[in-house]
DNA sequence: CTTGACAGGTGTACACCGTACACCCTACGG
DNA sequence: CCGTAGGGTGTACGGTGTACACCTGTCAAG
């Protein structure tokens, strides 16, 4: 008895919930590309091998990450109207996805949805026809939204692109770059000039990220309110 | 002479753009995850090693990849208005990684734009810009289509997601679905029904994809037209 | 004509990956 | 007391990208 008590206290018994969390952790603090099994059994100080007995195999793992992020996604607030409310549950995924940058490539990994992740679309649906929209326009809008629903943009080379770029060109290179891409020189110009308290990427993501989002909740409400439907488009 | 003819006949002496097109191919056939350097210098006809001649690691071989596909996009349209020049060529994007359907994948997982790739989002502002567009809305409008502007919306699960879905279930279980997943079923059942002649995903994707492209091109020609500026938001 | 450099293909080897399979130990219900 | 089963272990296999040393054929300069 004492001595299993020990070995409890040595290292607690191990379940999927902690392979999963753990797994989340590891890839919070050093990226998804120091995720392997072997790496995820070290830190958990058991063989690869005993991860096999929680989880299926890797790809079940991701999916198991994917639903720890999803979960961290606010409910909806009833008591806001549709748009303002997709608009807030939305913003709440982008927050759950900075908190967990490899969270997109992974989803987007995923080639089924988990359940969790079909409850998430589901209630998204339920909110925009709950706040009027007609099925039709519903099902159009879902596609429109898209990857956005889970709050990313696409930011394509965000890590080590416009970031690494004005770090390590020295600006003696960059007349260079003018001189091929003078139309890309021409917007940063403007926009370092104009954002000059943003210092990473030169780019305020979260204000583009509500700017295009906005854009399309308008654009969603305008057809709305003019009864749009796919049959006679305008 | 004659021994040295017949050995170039037997094999061409691979080059950089025999490597990059033949990966392309083999992409194209099995899908990326068919493409690792041995099955490469395999179909080539020669040692893995021998590509590194040609290759400096995998992630050239990547982006020389996606260069290859980038250069298939249309030029624009120098006689047409702004907003179709841009429609026009983001719809060739889309049917060139329609082509190549490892595409999408591959560009995301690139961490710094080629110069191919920064030639052609040179182009897209040149477009805007010659259409009259400010710097600044040129600006967030790049944001606002993002990687949209590559041809791809998101379709998360399209390969395996709904096309699966329908094809596996035999509809006793589909019931059980919409009992969890009211909204969703209601939306797919509407959809399945208008668009009885769509069968692959039960969704028309060109449709889709040009609805938000078009909701979001009429939102920036809107915010265009009357002046708009992030300094003064509406 | 010889020689030496160099471009390009080869072979071996290493470190890593996911995971199949057989094993073993410990706790617990009959 | 014993059988069973759940959970941790060890070994092994086939795959990956690629570093490094090697060889070989071609061509320019001496």
């Not at 999916?63 to 999803?70: A, R, T």
């Not at 679309?121 to 909110?127: A, H, K, N, T, V």
Request: hydrophobic share 45%.
């Amino acid at each position: 008895m004492a001595l299993h008590a020990e070995t409890v206290a040595r290292r607690a018994p191990l379940n999927r919930e902690r392979v999963l969390q753990t797994a989340v952790d590891l890839a919070d603090a050093g990226g998804i590309e120091d995720l392997s099994m072997r790496r995820l059994a070290q830190e958990l100080g058991v063989v690869p091998m005993a991860l096999y007995k929680h989880v299926a195999n890797k790809e079940e793992l991701l999916d198991g990450m994917v639903e720890i992020v999803v979960r961290e996604i606010d409910a909806p607030d009833p008591d806001s109207d549709w748009k303002t409310a997709v608009r807030q549950r939305i913003l709440s995924a982008r927050r759950a996805l900075l908190r967990h940058p490899w969270g997109r490539r992974v989803l987007e990994s995923r080639n089924a949805p988990t359940p969790t992740v079909l409850a998430y679309m589901d209630s998204m649906i339920g909110m925009l026809r709950s706040g009027g929209l007609s099925i039709d326009l519903t099902h159009h809008v879902m596609h429109a939204i898209g990857s956005r629903m889970f709050g990313f943009s696409q930011e394509l080379f965000t890590e080590n692109g416009s970031a690494a770029a004005d770090v390590t060109l020295p600006a003696a290179t960059l007349a260079q770059i003018a001189a091929i891409y003078p139309n890309i020189a021409e917007v940063v110009a403007r926009a370092s000039h104009d954002e000059a308290s943003v210092v990473g990427s030169g780019c305020d993501d979260q204000f583009e990220f509500e700017f295009s989002l906005d854009l399309l909740l308008d654009g969603f409400e305008r057809l709305h309110l003019q009864r749009w439907s796919s049959t006679q488009p305008s």
